[in-house]
């Protein structure tokens, strides 16, 4: 489309597009100050091309504003290879009333009521994963941690416990490299790798699928939900939607999670005044170890330091959008047909929100500092509007849940000669799996 037509007097915004077809892609993929070099030279507002789309960044809260809450220019968009491992009938890509539909329906499972029934489980869970590192002692925590979340995700989302294959677990971690990638599908690529592993895992679902739907009670967790719903027709949903719904909800339900709690543990670590303070809470609030709803809100404290991991390590750093109708911002011109793509992690380091955002620093979200409330869309580690993550309340509760009995009753080191840089994709986590001394914390 010829914006000049529309728009003649508003430019677009400065950048480079790179490389015929790729573009920028490697770059961005590759390269972790990727959007803060371009900051620096073209400002908040960049054009680029990545994934094979001419794209626009725009950094900062009032770029996430308009953004998410303009439904009028902008519809959800994942670059191809993600689109195509998703799958054409996940929610994540759905839209419209079919969007809306299944995403009330998929909202029940994450009620107060259904979250308080997790509890139990997700307790026992956390336990045994704890008692299993304690006799370790020495670990590559990374891996394990995504083994624990993807646990707690099958069990409490799918009702399966994640031993039913041993691999499946490996499975997905595959699967989810691919997800940022270009789209080659050859079986020596990421992305050809990630095909195959998409196929597997569907198969295993399949499986769980239909041995649910023999079942006379379906259950009310998230799969037994789906199997309970109709269309407008009152038809059950078919088996290739049910298939791509459970493994959305499997790769929401841990493989954010797991970089959260590869942070928490990484920040605790070299932060062992915070540790303290969070432990001193637990003990104080939950002097016998059970956790219950209520003393889990009167964790404050620990509440706060999981608010600044994810402020300081988001999960998700930033969300694709694409252009339905030309608009402009900030006297730039923004072409219909084009991707935008907000900011999350270079929103929580803007230093006129947060003081010195690059420290790991819980208490800026005491009730006297709020620095989160300065700005609305300054702080959305679970994105925004209307397609705010749906897990949102799960996700904190295993992080919680995990925080409070981790910080409660154990201890640990990182081993020296290994490297904490981020990877950044396909969510970040340190480069050499997080090395630990894991052992049980002396009485206070």
Known sequence: MNITQTKPSLPLPPGKFGLPIIGETIGFLRDADFIEKRVKKYGSLFKTSIFGRPTIVLVGAEANRFILTNDKYFAIAWPQSTKILLGPLSLSVQEGSQHQSRRKLLSYAFQPKALAGYLPSMERITLEYLQKWEKLGKLTWYPQLRDYTFDVASSLLVGEDSSFETNISQLFKDWCDGLFTIPIPLPWTKFGR??????????????????????????????????????DEGNGLSLA?????????????????????????????????????????VLQVAPDGCLTAENLRQMTYLEMVLKEVLRLVPPVGGGFRKVVKTCEFNGYSIPEGWVALYQIAHTHEDSSIYSQPEQFDPERFSPERAEDKQKPFGYLPFGGGMRECLGKAFAQLV???????????????????????????????????LQVNFRRSLPL
Not at 241 to 255: I, P, R, T, W, Y
Not at 406 to 433: A, F, M
């Open 194 to 231: 990630a095909l195959y592993c998409r196929k597997e895992i569907l198969d295993h679902i399949e499986k769980i699928v239909l041995r649910r739907q023999a079942e006379q009670n379906p259950g009310q967790d998230a799969l037994g939900l789906l199997l309970q719903a109709g269309d």
């Open 241 to 281: 939607e049910l298939k791509d719904q459970v493994l959305l909800l499997l790769f929401a339900g841990h493989e954010t999670v797991t970089s959260a709690l590869g942070t928490l543990c990484l920040c605790l670590a070299q932060h062992p005044e915070v540790l303290a303070l969070a432990r001193a809470e």
């Open 399 to 433: 992080m919680k849940v995990f925080a409070a009995h981790l910080v409660r009753d154990y201890t640990w080191e990182l081993l020296p000669n290994q490297s904490l840089e981020l990877i950044r994709v396909p969510t970040p986590h340190p480069k050499d799996g």
